[in-house]
């Protein structure tokens, strides 16, 4: 049973950082084909925020870019959200996702998501 359990979310007024993180158990024998930090604000679409695939190439929303870092640590199967000189409009709920593969077979994950709140 492959869980996640995010953590780091909270409140924070503009300018400030927080850092979210991930924890992935129960992977077993499949492996990691990518990691990465989804958002979804009241009455919008979720958006994918970063990302970063197995060779560790990273891919982040136009919004963040400069002010978030996503990062990993392949041991502990955990991915990080840096997020700094934090915006009104950075306020979601922030959920993970992992990608696992097994052959050709690709499986999705999410955590439970966890509320980020910037005041102004």
């Known amino acids: 049973q492959v869980q996640l359990v995010e953590s780091g979310g909270g409140s924070v007024q503009a300018g400030g950082s927080l850092t979210l993180s991930c924890a992935a158990s129960g992977i077993a024998f499949r492996r990691i084909d990518a990691m990465g930090w989804y958002r979804q604000a009241p009455g919008q679409q979720r958006e994918m925020v970063a990302a970063?695939?197995?060779?560790?190439?990273?891919n982040y929303a136009d919004s963040v870019k400069g002010r978030f870092t996503i990062s990993r640590d392949n041991a502990k199967n955990t991915v990080y959200l840096q997020m700094n000189s934090l915006k009104p409009e950075d306020t979601a709920v922030y959920s993970c996702?992992?990608?696992?593969?097994?052959?050709?077979?690709?499986?999705?994950?999410w955590g439970q998501g966890t509320q980020v709140t910037v005041s102004s």
């Open positions: 970063i695939i197995g060779s560790g190439e990273t």
């Open positions: 996702n992992v990608r696992l593969a097994a052959g050709i077979l690709r499986y999705d994950y």
